[in-house]
């Protein structure tokens, strides 16, 4: 279980930018290694499968942000009028805020923000 970052050490991104494809070969790499850690398995698929998902199934459906700290990529939302495909943090840099500002930005763009996130909160 990663420990939770102390108040000093939290950090949000610098910036949630729209995607960039010169990031793609950064974005891959992490989404994978976010996705094996968070889910604790090994993705048998080959990583220029994964690229082609997100170029030909995600981005076509989704607009996409990414978390960016200063030059590093630290995480990537992709998320429609109707929900949140994909939020992935990278693994160091999770439990820091950028989960939450990631989803911020889903939830505040999406009119299912005012009708399922309140029904959530309360527990249904």
């Given at each position: 279980m990663t420990p939770i970052a102390?108040?000093?050490?939290?950090?949000t991104p610098d910036a949630l930018v729209d995607y960039d494809p010169a990031r793609l070969d950064d974005l891959v790499p992490m989404w994978r290694?976010?996705?094996?850690?968070?889910?604790?398995?090994v993705d048998p698929h080959p990583l220029a499968e994964q690229r082609d998902y997100f170029l030909t199934r995600v981005l076509p459906r989704c607009d996409v942000?990414?978390?960016?700290?200063g030059d590093e990529l630290?995480?990537?939302?992709?998320?429609n009028h109707e929900s949140v495909?994909?939020?992935?943090?990278?693994?160091?840099?999770?439990?820091q805020g950028v989960g939450s500002r990631m989803l911020d930005w889903a939830k505040s763009r999406n009119p299912w923000e005012?009708?399922?996130?309140?029904a959530c909160k309360r527990g249904r």
């Open positions: 102390s108040p000093e050490a939290r950090a290694a976010s996705f094996e850690q968070g889910v604790g398995i942000k990414l978390a960016v700290r630290v995480g990537f939302v992709a998320a495909a994909q939020l992935y943090v990278r693994v160091g840099c999770q439990r005012r009708t399922c996130w309140p």
